[in-house]
Structures are given as C-alpha cells and as structure tokens.
C-alpha cells in the first residue's frame, strides 16, 4: 500500500467552524473528498441552510448545526450534540473568524474585544471542549486558522493581529498539553486569501499585496485547503 494512503481521511469525523463558505468551506470540502464525514457551524440558521446547499451542490453531506463560537455554552451543547448524532470528532479546524479594521485610536473597546472573542476565545471554547474528548481517544488533530497579521502586524488590524498572535501561543501551548496525549495542535498562517473577507480590497491593493508575496498572487482558498488537508491527516503525524 502507498504511503500516499495516509492522506485518507476516510472513517473520520471533521468539524470546521464556520464552513458555509471560504476557506472553511473549501477545507470541508477537501476533508469529504478525502473521505471524511464533514460538521460545520455557522451563526444564523440560513447561513446553515446556505453552506448545506453548497455542499450538496458537490454531492457532500454534511452537517450543518447553529452556533455562535463566542457563547461556551453553545459551543459546549454542539460538541455534546455532534457526538450524539455524528459521533466523536477526530479532526477541529478552528477556522471561524472575523475582522473589523480601523485605526487604533477610532477603534472602540467593544470592536477590540469582538474580534478577540471570535477569533480567539472562541477558538478556545471549541479546542477545549473538543480536546477533553480526544484525550479519551487519544488522538485527535486540531487546527487554528492564524494569519501573517499575527505575525508581523498590519495597520488598522490590532484587533485582529492580537487575535491571531494569540492563536499562535494558544496553538503552541496546546500542542505542549496534548501532544503527549495524541493530538497533535498545529496552526496556518496564510496571507491574503480571495475570499468575502478580502473582497473590500481594491485591485490596486490586491495587485501591491502579491508583489510582496512569493508566489506573486493572492492565495486561493484551496491553497489552504491542501495544508490543512496534510495537517488533519496521518501524513503529518511528527508534526
Ligand atoms: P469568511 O469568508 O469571512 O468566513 C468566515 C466564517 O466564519 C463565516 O462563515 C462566518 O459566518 C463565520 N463566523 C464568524 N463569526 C462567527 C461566530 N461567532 N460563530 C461561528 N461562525 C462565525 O473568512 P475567510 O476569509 O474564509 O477566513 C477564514 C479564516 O481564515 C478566518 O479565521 C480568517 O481570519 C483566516 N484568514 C483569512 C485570510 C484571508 O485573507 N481571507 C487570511 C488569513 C487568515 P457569518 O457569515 O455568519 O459571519
């Protein structure tokens, strides 16, 4: 048998936060092909309703359920309720996210902090939960979406960039914590991403943002879609 077979994703359970569409929905998609039974949450039931559809529209079945990432007590009743009815979640992306760019001294205390809430404790919620029942297992591999926002700053972002920097110790952290126990926590930072979320960039900006990226274009959700493929599967089981 091939190694190339580790890529199988097959007999997994895989929940993608905020999936109905973006990266996240390009990651589900790629988990399904490999194999994979696909969850995803989003906040608003027509959202749900929006990302199922698109999934059919591939011939996947997925399962769609309502829940706001920044409620615990939401996230927590979802992972009860995905267990009951889809089984035990092998594979987490915390994938949902948001941003609210302004520059620092007009941004208010509430548009930091709702940032920080999604994309940040939120992620803590569902990587929490879900860990505590991969521990029983044993295995188990969770993946945060960071940005090189997080990494390197980007004006008008300190809301996001703190966010996505704090991923980034929680990510490394965790992996410390779990990784002992057979989960493995990593993280992927991309750059600009043609999805909704950078869809308020003008060309200019777009064209000037893929002058400094190497391979001198914005990334497509599906570039993202690859690595975390490899980091959900037993391809990456050192990393
Ligand atoms: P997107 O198109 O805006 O999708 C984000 C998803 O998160 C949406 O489905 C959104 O649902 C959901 N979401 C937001 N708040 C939520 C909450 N409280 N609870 C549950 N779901 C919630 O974004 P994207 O570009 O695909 O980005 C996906 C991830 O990659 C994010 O974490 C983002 O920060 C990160 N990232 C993106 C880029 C980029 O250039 N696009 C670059 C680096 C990192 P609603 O429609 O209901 O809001």
Redesign the pocket.
């Known amino acids: 048998m091939s190694f190339l077979n580790n890529f199988s994703l097959e007999g997994k359970i895989a929940l993608v936060?905020?999936?109905?569409?973006?990266?996240?929905f390009a990651i589900a998609s790629a988990y399904a092909e490999a194999g994979a039974t696909i969850v995803f949450?989003?906040?608003?039931q027509e959202?749900v309703d929006k990302g199922l559809a698109a999934y059919a529209e591939k011939g996947i079945k997925a399962h769609g359920y309502v829940?706001?990432?920044?409620n615990e007590e939401q996230v927590n009743e979802l992972v009860k309720k995905v267990e009951e009815e889809v089984g035990v979640i092998d594979i987490l992306v915390n994938?949902?996210?948001?941003?609210n760019d302004k520059l620092m001294i007009k941004m208010k205390p509430e548009e930091f902090t709702k940032v920080i809430d999604?994309?940040l404790n939120?992620a803590f919620y569902m990587t929490k939960a879900i860990s505590a029942l991969m521990i029983k297992q044993r295995s188990g591999s969770i993946i945060s979406?960071?940005?090189?926002?997080g990494l390197k700053g980007n004006p008008a972002q300190v809301n996001?960039s703190a966010s996505?920097a704090g991923l980034v110790g929680m990510t490394l952290s965790a992996a410390k914590e779990l990784g002992r126990r057979g989960i493995r926590v990593n993280g992927i930072?991309?750059?600009?991403?043609e999805?909704?979320?950078?869809a308020v960039l003008t060309d200019e900006q777009k064209s000037h943002a893929a002058e400094n990226i190497s391979m001198q274009r914005l990334?497509q959700?599906q570039d993202i879609a690859n690595t975390a493929l490899y980091l959900a599967s037993d391809l990456s089981t050192y990393v």
């Not at 994938?95 to 941003?99: Q, S």
């Not at 999805?195 to 950078?198: A, E, N, S």
């Open positions: 936060t905020g999936a109905s569409y973006g990266i996240g949450n989003d906040i608003k959202l829940c706001d990432v920044t994938n949902a996210g948001i941003t999604v994309n939120g979406m960071s940005s090189v926002s996001y996505k930072a991309p750059g600009f991403v999805t909704d979320m950078t990334g959700p």
